[in-house]
Each structure stands twice: as C-alpha cells, then as structure tokens.
C-alpha cells in the first residue's frame, strides 16, 4: 500500500537565462521553495551574464551553480542533451524577449520528441 502522507519529490526546474531577472527574483523565490523546488540547472550562453539595470555586477554562471547547488549550461541544447535534461518537470524562460519564442519551441519540441518515444514512436 502506498504510503499517502509522504511529501511528493521536489519539481525539478531549470532557470534559462541568468541575468538580473533570473538573480533578484526567480533563482531566490525558487531557493525559497525548497524543499518542493530543486533548482536542477542554470543556463546562460556566456559565463558572465551582463545586466544594466543593477549597479552591482550580477553572479558569473560558476558562481550561480555553486551557490544553488546545480549544474550548469551553455545552451538548452546542452541542458536537453544532459541526463538531467528528461528529469526536468519545468522550466523558467528569463531570457530576452526576443529569444523567448526560439527557447519555447525548442523546449516543447523536446517534450513532443519525449511523448512520442514513451507512446512507442
């Protein structure tokens, strides 16, 4: 019989984008969550995200990983092509605006390339 009382696993998410969004708002708000959120992984195609609405300079993406306990990506290619990458339960899109819609479509590309493999496909 199953044990009903016991807490669900953590949702695993990945924060895509790492700049002064991701720092002041959704990295914090989701450590804060813990233990139903495990932040699974940081992406950020550079090393040092560049922000320009803080003074103070924003975490280098090492930094990022260290101080949340993840991994961390180059691209969502890399994160989608990592073991952790089908373990994930949800992302946060905090990148530019304009590459919103190419982050999205590659994302639910992955999710329907997963469905049709689990429906033997």
């Given at each position: 019989?199953e ?25 914090p ?16 195609p ?44 949800g ?27 689990a429906?033997?496909?």
């Amino acid at each position: 019989s199953e044990d009903i009382t016991a807490s669900p696993p953590p949702a695993k998410i990945a924060v895509i984008g790492c700049g002064w969004w991701s720092q002041g708002w959704h990295l914090p708000h989701l450590a804060r969550n813990a233990p139903h959120v495990e932040i699974a992984a940081v992406v950020d195609p550079t090393p040092k995200p560049h922000c320009t609405l803080s003074s103070s300079p924003p975490l280098s993406l090492s930094e990022l990983s260290e101080k949340y306990n993840c991994p961390c990506f180059a691209s969502v290619s890399e994160l989608l092509a990592d073991p952790i990458g089908p373990t994930l339960d949800g992302v946060v899109v905090a990148t530019s605006h304009a590459s919103h819609f190419d982050v999205g479509i590659s994302l639910l590309n992955e999710g329907i390339y997963r469905r049709q493999m689990a429906e033997g496909g």
